[in-house]
């Protein structure tokens, strides 16, 4: 079973930068889909960036021209470059996977807390 382990997260003022990454335990070409979702307390996941296997990528409105997701097919790693980080922005960071088949893999979480 593929695992998915999320880190790179942390502390940070606001303004700031981290690199979130996302390693699988697996090869990466199962995924039709990878992406990283956030949830603060209180609020509901809400997708940050996601990308297909034909590297198609949607941003939620709210991080776009500041974060950008990538990945390392021969890393089988997936990054989120957080720059300009807000105090809104503090969340647990997910990364997710999606089978061809529908199948969901999600990672444990890292927090990212950004401090005004």
């Known amino acids: 079973q593929v695992q998915l382990v999320e880190s790179g997260g942390g502390l940070v003022q606001a303004g700031g930068s981290l690199r979130l990454s996302c390693a699988a335990s697996?090869?990466?070409?199962?995924?039709?889909?990878l992406g990283w979702y956030r949830q603060a307390p209180g609020k509901q996941r809400e997708l940050v960036a996601a990308m297909t296997n034909g590297n198609r990528i949607n941003y939620a409105d709210s991080v776009k021209g500041r974060f950008t997701i990538s990945k390392d097919n021969a890393k089988n790693t997936v990054y989120l470059q957080m720059n300009s980080l807000k105090p809104e922005d503090t969340a647990v960071y997910y990364c997710?996977?999606?089978?061809?088949?529908?199948?969901?893999?999600w990672g444990r979480g890292t927090q990212v807390t950004v401090s005004s």
């Open positions: 997710k996977g999606t089978l061809r088949a529908g199948i969901d893999y």
């Open positions: 697996g090869s990466f070409l199962i995924f039709n889909a």
